[in-house]
């Protein structure tokens, strides 16, 4: 049995929690693309499948300042459906982030002060300044044309 003095030791551990947590890393980053997906997901699919409800809604339970009703309502169902898609693919990642924090922001601070927003806008910031993670497009496209360097 090998015997290893208690900084050794210490340093051995570190250095394995270190390695597993590389390696679950982007499982993370995954999760947390795929939460926020659902979440906005769901919101525009029942939106997009009862268009009259989502006019009603946006017409006096959710008016939106400066847009028309039915331009907000638009735009809305479009980015609630597409920014979803693209960060499940972790494509165009980082940009998409950018539309469902502006509508988290407007629900927060106009509708309904709920702090599961905060989380919201948390896990998307996440997402936004620490990118997709290697299980995405972006980090395919980046690493075939960008500036990654590849592994041999």
């Not at 769901?42 to 331009?71: A, C, D, M, R």
């Not at 709920?114 to 690493?143: C, E, F, T």
Request: aromatic share 12%.
């Amino acid at each position: 049995m090998k015997s290893c003095s208690m900084t050794g030791c210490a340093q051995s551990l570190a250095i394995k929690a270190i390695s597993i947590l590389d390696f679950l890393s982007p499982l993370i980053d995954l999760t947390l693309r795929l939460w926020m997906a659902d979440v906005f997901w769901k919101s525009g699919v029942i939106k997009f499948n009862n268009w009259q409800s989502t006019i009603y809604l946006f017409t006096y339970e959710f008016p939106v300042p400066l847009l028309p009703v039915h331009v907000a309502a638009m735009l809305g169902t479009t980015f609630e459906l597409l920014c979803p898609i693209l960060l499940t693919l972790g494509l165009a990642t980082r940009l998409a982030t950018l539309p469902l924090l502006a509508m988290t922001a407007l629900i927060e601070f106009t509708f309904d002060n709920n702090i599961q927003h905060y989380y919201w806008a948390m896990l998307l910031g996440v997402i936004l300044l620490h990118g997709p993670g290697k299980l995405s497009l972006d980090y395919l496209i980046k690493r075939r044309f960008g500036s990654l360097p590849r592994k041999r």
